[in-house]
Every structure is written in structure tokens, then in C-alpha cells.
């Protein structure tokens, strides 16, 4: 069973920035897209950003310009760099794996990310 395990989450003032981590179990090479996910209770789980296995990077609107999503599938990790937060970035962040044989979809346990002054 694929794990994916997160971290970099935490407080951070309005205008800060956090960089997530994102370590697979297995090879980075082996998931067909990556990516990161957010979710505020009360509300369904949103993309925030995903990238191919070859290719640019898809990004929520509300995050373009501010956030950028990276591979290494050498070292099997994706990351988040988000700068220029705000409070409304406040939210678990979940990682994610794709194939798509299968199709199979995995999911890290989720970093929590506050913003608040």
C-alpha cells in the first residue's frame, strides 16, 4: 500500500509563506500526477495544484501566482511552496497520488495550515 506523508504545515502570519512536503513510499516516477488538496470543515476537498508526470502544472484560481507545486520523483517528494498567504489559505492540506492503471488514487493523512495574525 502506497503511503504519502506530509509536513511543513503550521501558523503563519497573513503574508507569509510555507513550504509542504510531500514523501511517497514508492517512486515518484511510478504516479502518473501528484498534487495537493485542500479542505476547510464543512466544505469539499478542492485542488489546489496538480502536475503530470510530464508536463506544466495545473493550479486552482485562487492560488495562481502565489503557490507553485514541484516534483522530484527521484527523491519521490512533491512540494508546495505558497507564499503571500492569506487567511483564506487556512486549511488541511492533503497530498496526492495518481495512476492510472487501475485507476488508483492515494492520499497522505493532511498538514493543517493556519494563517491568522
Known amino acids: 500500500q502506497v503511503q504519502l506523508v506530509e509536513s511543513g504545515g503550521g501558523l503563519v502570519q497573513p503574508g507569509g509563506s510555507l513550504r509542504l512536503s510531500c514523501a511517497a513510499s514508492?517512486?515518484?516516477?511510478?504516479?502518473?500526477?501528484m498534487g495537493w488538496y485542500r479542505q476547510v470543515p464543512g466544505n469539499e476537498r478542492e485542488m489546489v495544484a496538480r502536475?503530470?508526470?510530464?508536463?506544466?502544472?495545473n493550479y486552482a484560481d485562487s492560488v495562481k501566482g502565489r503557490f507553485t507545486i514541484s516534483r522530484d520523483n527521484a527523491k519521490s517528494t512533491v512540494y508546495l511552496q505558497m507564499n503571500s498567504l492569506k487567511p483564506d489559505d487556512t486549511a488541511v492540506y492533503y497530498c496526492?497520488?495518481?495512476?492510472?492503471?487501475?485507476?488508483?488514487?492515494?492520499w497522505g493523512k493532511g498538514t493543517l495550515v493556519t494563517v491568522s495574525s
Open positions: 514508492e517512486s515518484g516516477f511510478s504516479f502518473d500526477a
Open positions: 496526492d497520488a495518481f495512476r492510472n492503471l487501475g485507476p488508483k488514487e492515494y
Open positions: 502536475q503530470l508526470r510530464w508536463g506544466s502544472p
